[in-house]
């Protein structure tokens, strides 16, 4: 069997594990945004939102927090699918439940985001376009 790191938590330098756990995060990363198209769109549609945000002078933390929501869901999404395909390669209707549901909290997140990204940046974005 081949040799895997030690466990962040297993190491004795805590600054190697510490170290060792965000290089596994940037690879979690790297995966999403390589293999998931909706996670680089998201990506795509939250820098616009923050920068119009930066623009507007408006909702910065809001907008944060939407970003935050969103990501992380699409991320945990894409955990669960890898997961789901893990352990059921082929067909069962709890693992399409699974997977469907997981899409479903991301479709919602991102619906209710874009609501609040238009009440909050929509009248600000209006007024400057009018002047």
């Not at 910065?60 to 969103?70: A, C, D, G, N, S």
């Not at 893990?86 to 469907?100: E, G, N, Q, R």
Request: hydrophobic letters at 50%; proline letters at 7%; a positive charge.
């Amino acid at each position: 069997m081949g040799s895997f790191p030690p466990r962040p938590g297993a190491d004795p330098n805590p600054i190697k594990g510490l170290r060792a756990s965000f290089g596994y995060a940037f690879r979690g990363l790297r995966y999403a945004w390589t293999s998931q198209r909706n996670f680089r769109i998201e990506s795509y549609i939250a820098a616009l939102a923050l920068a119009l945000s930066l623009w507007l002078g408006v909702g910065l933390l809001e907008v944060l927090f939407l970003i935050l929501i969103v990501l992380s869901l699409e991320l945990l999404n894409t955990a669960l699918e890898a997961v789901v395909d893990l352990t059921s390669p082929t067909y069962h209707p709890l693992a399409k439940a699974a997977k469907d549901t997981a899409a479903a909290a991301v479709l919602i997140s991102s619906l209710l985001s874009g609501l609040i990204g238009l009440i909050l940046l929509g009248p600000p974005l209006l007024d400057k376009l009018e002047r």
